[in-house]
């Protein structure tokens, strides 16, 4: 069905994002692509659909599809393409979803049976409601989890023969990734689609994929039966990549053993906090009487299924929501909305957001983005603000020649860095994280939760993360609030939460985190 031949891809300074790559795919088959950030993972996935995005273009090679030669394809044959054989969904749900249609007439539009009662269970089958309510609301109406479940609802009703998902459990909790990643082998082995799965997480390659293919700096490094691949590579790369896979079990037994001490005033208090979204009768209340507290220097995850209320408490914290109800207090002064902030109440609090590509400007460079926190914020300019993005830029991992590049010249986990290094340049007190590192590969992730480790313990950083990983969680916090519809059901330190749960839905979290070994033992019986 593909037949990729010496691809090679490269930007407009001569550079392989993608350098002779060959792949063969089969009818029916379902291969893994997996690699860090910037490995050219989605070059190669959206190559398939004729689409090269901007800056960069296909110097050789051949790319077919069930033997059509798609580089060569016209607009009008791509499009037909695309609608009929091929589905898309990309690492960014909302950049797939139409932001003035509803719900019902997102997964209508592909539907091929576009009744209400077929909609209702496409939205079922991604764990979605299908009352029409639900299918009346529209995009930005839904938590980033439950768009990333509808774009996923969307791409599947069309049936197609081949589905290439980029990231489809970024921003997952364990119970609905399961969901997600049962219902896509459900319906790939009933209907026979061929899938390609491009993911950072070993993990979800391994329920999902019959082969493997990983890349590094734009080539193949190591390709094989997937079982065969994780449980003996062969390349140094694979090999580190396996070795770096989270475990929550190791977590707890290297990070989680120390238990934060409160010496002084809090830094942020959060009281009886209400909140929702909506107005009259359509008002849905997302947060009801949350309360907790953040020392300085200490973490606190905010933990639950999408839905649960938690981006929507962020934004609370951040002053990007108005409560409906409760107080945010920071150093004892309560803090309106951000629009009524003065420079040092919004220099205070940063927000790293879910979604990276929706928060960065498409027309405004990565260097200009990061300098306008630090002239708005710090009062830099000129050379000491170059200066200052550089040093931000090489602090989450990312070169210095990054500042001249626009966000769509970028991968999705350059993004996710730009975005903290963005909060970082405002030099905050307290760091409120929306799943920083749902979209990092295994290795920069540890990276990056490093950093903000460090940063919290030499700069005194309050952090409030927001995240599904409970290996991370185990890793970076000490304590955790555990929300079910936007209440809070549990609340402790890591090790009373996780380690002994006492609430049903806490217990069942833990009980369905993935495990690669696992997922390996399964395969091989």
């Given amino acids: 069905m593909i037949e990729i031949t010496d691809l090679t891809v490269a930007d407009t300074s001569g550079r392989a994002v993608l350098d002779r790559v060959s792949l063969h795919v089969s009818p029916g088959e379902r291969v893994g692509i997996v690699g860090e950030s910037g490995s050219g993972k989605t070059t190669l996935a959206t190559a398939l659909l004729g689409a090269i995005r901007p800056g960069l273009r296909a110097v050789g090679g051949t790319v077919t599809f069930s033997g059509t030669d798609v580089l060569a394809l016209d607009r009008r044959r791509l499009r037909a393409l695309r609608r009929e054989s091929i589905a898309y969904l ?12 509803r719900v019902g007439g997102q997964v209508a539009e592909l539907a091929t049976d576009p009744s209400p009662e077929s909609v209702a269970r496409h939205l079922a089958g991604v764990g979605l409601p299908g009352d029409r309510a639900f299918q009346r609301r529209f995009p930005h109406q839904l938590s980033g989890g439950q768009q990333q479940r509808l774009a996923l609802a969307r791409v599947l009703a069309g049936d197609p023969e081949l589905l290439i998902l980029d990231e489809p459990t970024t921003g997952l909790d364990a119970i609905t990734q399961d969901l997600v990643l049962r219902q896509i082998e459900e319906l790939a082995a009933a209907r026979g689609i061929t899938l390609l799965f491009i993911t950072h997480d070993l993990v979800a390659a391994a329920r999902l994929s019959d082969r493997l293919v990983v890349l590094r700096h734009g080539r193949v490094v190591e390709e094989g039966p997937l079982a065969a691949t994780l449980s003996a590579p ?7 990549l396996v070795a770096a896979v989270p475990d929550v079990a190791e977590a707890f037994e290297k990070y989680g053993h120390s238990v934060f001490e409160t010496s002084r005033a809090p830094l942020l208090e959060v009281r009886a906090l209400g909140a929702g979204h909506g107005r009259g009768r359509k008002r849905v209340t997302t947060a009801r009487e949350v309360s907790f507290t953040v020392e300085r220097g200490e973490c606190v995850a905010l933990l639950g299924e999408s839905g649960s209320g938690k981006t929507t408490i962020a934004r609370c914290v951040s002053g990007h929501h108005r409560p409906d109800s409760g107080e945010v207090v920071v150093d004892g002064e309560v803090l309106p909305d951000v629009r009524s902030r003065t420079l040092a109440q919004r220099r205070k609090v940063q927000l790293v957001p879910q979604d990276s590509a929706g928060s960065l400007n498409p027309r405004r460079t ?56 963005r909060a970082l340049a405002a030099k905050p007190d307290l760091l409120v994280c929306d799943e920083i590192t749902s979209s990092l590969d295994v290795r920069v992730q540890a990276g990056v939760l490093d950093l903000v480790a460090s940063l919290s313990e030499s700069e005194g950083l309050g952090v409030v993360l927001i995240t599904h990983d409970l290996g991370v969680i185990a890793r970076m916090a000490d304590r955790v609030l555990a ?38 033992d399964a395969r091989v019986a």
Avoid: F, N
């Avoid at 990309?90 to 249609?101: I, N």
């Avoid at 062969?234 to 580190?240: G, I, L, N």
């Avoid at 809070?488 to 495990?515: D, F, I, K, N, Y």
């Fill in 234 to 240: 062969r390349h140094p790369y694979t090999r580190e």
């Fill in 366 to 421: 990565v260097g200009a983005a990061i300098s306008r926190v630090l002239k708005v914020l710090q009062g830099l300019t000129g050379a000491a603000a170059e200066a200052e993005t550089a040093r931000l830029l090489a602090l989450v991992g990312l070169p210095a020649e990054m500042a001249g590049r626009l966000p769509r010249q970028l991968s999705g986990g350059q993004r996710q860095r730009v975005t903290i290094a």
């Fill in 483 to 520: 929300l079910r519809g936007g209440e809070v059901c549990e609340q402790g330190t890591v090790h009373e939460v996780l380690g002994e749960p006492r609430h049903e839905w806490t217990a069942a979290l833990v009980a369905a985190v993935p495990s690669l070994r696992a997922e390996l």
């Fill in 90 to 101: 990309g690492q960014d749900p909302a950049t797939a979803l139409t932001p003035t249609l």
